[in-house]
């Protein structure tokens, strides 16, 4: 072509190539898509406005340089963006490459590539257009349904419950989670692409059309019971939930079951247990006859478990290893009772606090055990049985010619059984000591020195009176039993009756409360009362009110105190009426000293009559060998004398000094006992009355005293000490001294170690004078408070009581002291530390009142 026509040529198509590229730049514009001109080296020279919008880049920041120099970044594909500039360097284009950029603000987002050269009429690469569409929200989307897809599954496979995906139209299952592989038993390869049917999944195959037919109905079913068959052939019970979901317009059932096979037999092991216990209210709970508690218990045991035999039995006291039955059922009726040693039995480990079951072949475990041998019992339970300590004193057990069939249930019904017979026994312990504690307090009211009634609180009818009231209100118990002391006119003033009664009803106690009383001659005493309220097992409150007559006392203290008002009045008078009185009294002194002789001689006779028969019977046996022993001596006396006239000898006269000296031996052995026994029937003579007076040795009775209460005092962990000299004594009562001992040192081992585990009890005497002693009986315990040690001589008052406290020990040990024996008792306490009771005692006591009149 001459080159004015190529010049032409070019001209056209470069106007052609101008047209096209302002058409491009028109539509360029136009679009969202991002647009990019590069020359044939790959520098951008012109981008559309959605580029510019995108990137965030300006025109001038664009032109003439590479895309990948504006816009990857750290998260870009590298075999993406080598693959692209691959194809830019082999004069190639590609299409849909997607590729994560980044704005000039370092925000990413994605574009799907498309990149073409245009090339000249000589076909060289002029420009590469590329053109990108940004699909950053695809992404964000494809990024999500990932992430729901993975929790989905994740969910899926970690749900406790069985878990299975069945398409609808063809009950296939698509997909199983790991839980039904455990629950159900077959394996993932083994379930997916079969049916329920192909499996024999349900036991009722109506159930499954039924279900189906729910849920496409109603697209979700809860928690239906239903029961399925495992691989291995056991049939379990089930919760069945399904709902319908549809997936690109496929229909499918997402179903999960979840196994309560152990509720379902927990709840109808309950429903047994249930009637079991309801059989033990109704049939040993409200039994009447409490003799035959037990009988009735181990029938209701063997019916309730439907067992052949149920028996009861106790540890026997002091053999070790046997135990004796107390109630025995044995197939349909009460048995008698037996003993038997549980060693290499069942029972053994039942004795080492173990509930057994032994639900079958007890009799392969236990091969010594005869009873289980012959008598061919299959299986065998017990439990323990506890005292209030928790120690283990007998068994409650079941055995049965069967299996037991349900263990669980035979366990909790022998638990309930046990602790009911656990509580009887102790029920009965409780009651037989309610009534030794109710005797004692009986003993202790009937002869206490103090006069004492109790009353209804309800109505205050008098329920019972002591011997001690009768005397001092004249009145015999048989007379005031069901009547009120309104009733029989005992208080002289109604009102002092009505104010002690709002006292004791605000506040349950009385104390120091002085009224005039009426006697049933009609003489008046003023007395002091005490008082508290208590509660019998019932819940039947009564009183107990103890009276002192005070007016003696008090008509002294008045005496002295209107003496103290008039006494210079009055002193001349009361000169004159002492030395009468003076004159009086020696005259009775003298009188006294001679009906004293006489009286020691009485005394004499009459307690040498008392030990006539005593001591014949004891002295019999020593006297009787003495006598025996002295008539084979005579014997051999006589013997030896014949020799000596006929020949004495020497063998002869070896053998009388050998036999002479055996029988002096034995003579002196016997007159020696004789001698003691003599002695101490003297002594147990003079006190065997409890106030006869006589001269005693302190520590001889201390001695005895400690003696007496060595049984009680062994069985706890505290000693007694004594030092008392020996030439201490005292003209008085050893009897009553005796009983305030007793006392004393009863009440230290009940109140003084409360918590602790060791104490000693001092018991020490000391002369004060020629005419007085002090007799001291000190714990070191842990003290008595000091808001208690001005009342605890108090009659009733105690911390102790319903354990082993009357409240009456100290009042009749201070009327004893303070009485008969003519002295004084002082009490000192520290808490802590303990207490000391100090006896000032005459070293002669001062004449009874029966000995006042006889003198």
Request: glycine content about 6%; proline content about 3%; hydrophobic content about 40%.
């Amino acid at each position: 072509m001459p080159s004015s026509a190529a010049a032409v040529h070019d001209t056209q198509e470069q106007k052609r190539y101008q047209e096209e590229n302002r058409k491009l730049a028109l539509a360029a514009n136009l679009t969202s898509n991002l647009v990019m001109i590069t020359n044939a080296d790959g520098d951008m020279e012109w981008v559309n406005p959605a580029f510019i919008s995108t990137t965030k880049y300006t025109l001038d920041e664009v032109l003439g340089r590479k895309p990948s120099e504006l816009l990857l970044g750290p998260d870009s594909n590298p075999d993406t963006v080598k693959f692209m500039l691959e194809k830019v360097a082999q004069g190639q284009g590609f299409h849909e490459v997607e590729l994560l950029n980044y704005t000039k603000e370092k925000v990413p987002f994605w574009l799907l590539m498309e990149m073409q050269p245009v090339r000249d009429h000589h076909e060289r690469i002029i420009h590469f257009i590329a053109v990108g569409n940004d699909i950053s929200k695809h992404k964000q989307l494809e990024q999500a349904l990932r992430i729901s897809e993975s929790k989905f599954y994740s969910a899926f496979r970690c749900i406790p419950d069985a878990i299975s995906i069945t398409r609808v139209s063809d009950s296939r299952i698509m997909d199983i989670n790991d839980r039904f592989e455990e629950v159900i038993g077959y394996s993932r390869e083994e379930t997916i692409g079969k049916t329920s049917l192909d499996l024999k999944f349900w036991v009722d195959r109506s159930e499954r059309d039924r279900l189906g037919k729910q849920v496409l109905e109603q697209r979700t079913v809860t928690d239906f019971p239903t029961r399925f068959r495992m691989k291995s052939g056991d049939i379990r019970d089930f919760l069945f939930s399904c709902s319908l979901f549809i997936v690109d317009g496929e229909e499918y059932f997402l179903s999960s079951v979840r196994d309560v096979t152990l509720q379902k037999k927990i709840e109808r092991q309950n429903e047994e247990l249930d009637r079991a216990l309801l059989k033990l209210a109704q049939g040993t709970a409200y039994a009447k006859d409490r003799d035959n508690y037990f009988e009735t218990l181990v029938t209701d045991l063997a019916s309730a478990l439907g067992v052949d035999r149920a028996f009861m039995g106790l540890r026997i006291p002091h053999t070790p290893n046997k135990l004796r039955s107390i109630a025995n059922y044995l197939q349909g009726k009460l048995s008698e009772n037996h003993e038997y040693s549980y060693l290499d039995t069942p029972c053994e480990s039942i004795m080492a606090g173990k509930i057994s079951i032994f639900a079958k072949s007890v009799g392969d475990l236990f091969p010594s055990d005869s009873t289980l041998q012959e008598q061919g019992w299959e299986a065998y339970a017990g439990a323990p049985i506890h005292d209030s300590a928790g120690h283990i004193i007998g068994v409650l057990n079941v055995m049965h010619k069967q299996p037991l069939e349900n263990p669980e249930l035979v366990k909790s019904l022998l638990e309930v059984f046990s602790e009911r017979a656990s509580a009887e026994l102790e029920r009965k312990r409780t009651e037989e000591a309610l009534k030794a504690s109710e005797q004692r307090f009986s003993n202790i009211f009937s002869n206490s020195p103090t006069a004492m009634s109790v009353s209804y609180l309800k109505d205050y009818r008098i329920v019972d009176v002591n011997k001690a009231f009768e005397t001092l209100f004249l009145r015999s118990r048989a007379s005031a039993l069901s009547k009120t002391a309104l009733d029989l006119n005992m208080y002289c003033d109604i009102d002092d009756r009505t104010a002690m009664l709002k006292i004791l009803n605000a506040s349950n106690m009385l104390s120091n409360f002085e009224a005039w009383m009426c006697r049933a001659d009609g003489s008046q005493l003023l007395m002091q009362l005490y008082g508290n309220v208590f509660s019998d097992p019932a819940g039947e409150k009564f009183m107990i009110v103890a009276f002192k007559d005070v007016t003696e006392q008090r008509a002294i203290e008045a005496e002295i105190k209107a003496l103290n008002i008039n006494l210079e009045d009055r002193v001349n008078e009361r000169t004159n009426s002492l030395q009468q009185a003076n004159q009086a009294l020696a005259t009775t002194l003298t009188t006294l000293n001679m009906a004293k002789d006489e009286l020691v001689r009485s005394d004499k006779l009459a307690a040498l009559g008392a030990l006539v028969a005593g001591i014949a019977h004891e002295l019999n046996t020593p006297i009787g060998n003495s006598l025996m022993i002295a008539s084979t001596s005579l014997d051999h006396t006589k013997q030896l004398s014949k020799d000596f006239t006929s020949g004495l000898t020497r063998s002869g006269l070896a053998s009388y000094i050998e036999s002479t000296r055996d029988a002096n031996d034995i003579l002196v052995r016997n007159l020696q006992k004789a001698a003691g026994l003599i002695a101490s029937f003297k002594q147990v003579a003079v006190d065997q009355t409890s106030s006869q007076r006589r001269k005693f040795g302190v520590a001889e009775l201390v001695a005895e005293i400690v003696l007496t209460l060595s049984p009680t005092i062994k069985k706890t962990s505290y000693t007694i000490y004594t030092s008392i000299p020996e030439e201490i004594t005292l003209d008085s009562y050893p009897g009553p001294l005796g009983q305030v001992l007793t006392n004393l040192i009863n009440n230290a081992l009940i109140h003084a170690f409360d918590n602790r585990p060791t104490g000693q009890i001092s018991i020490t005497a000391k002369i004060i004078s020629d005419k007085s002693v002090m007799l001291t009986v000190q714990d070191n315990g842990v003290g008595i408070p000091p808001e208690n040690i001005n009342r605890i001589f108090d009659p009733f008052f105690t911390t102790k009581l319903g354990a082993g406290g009357s409240g009456l020990g100290l009042n009749i040990t201070h009327n004893i002291v303070t009485g008969l024996l003519g002295g004084r008792v002082q009490v000192e306490s520290t808490l802590g530390t303990g207490t000391t009771f100090a006896l000032m005692l005459p070293r002669k006591a001062p004449l009874t009142a029966e000995a006042k009149n006889q003198a």
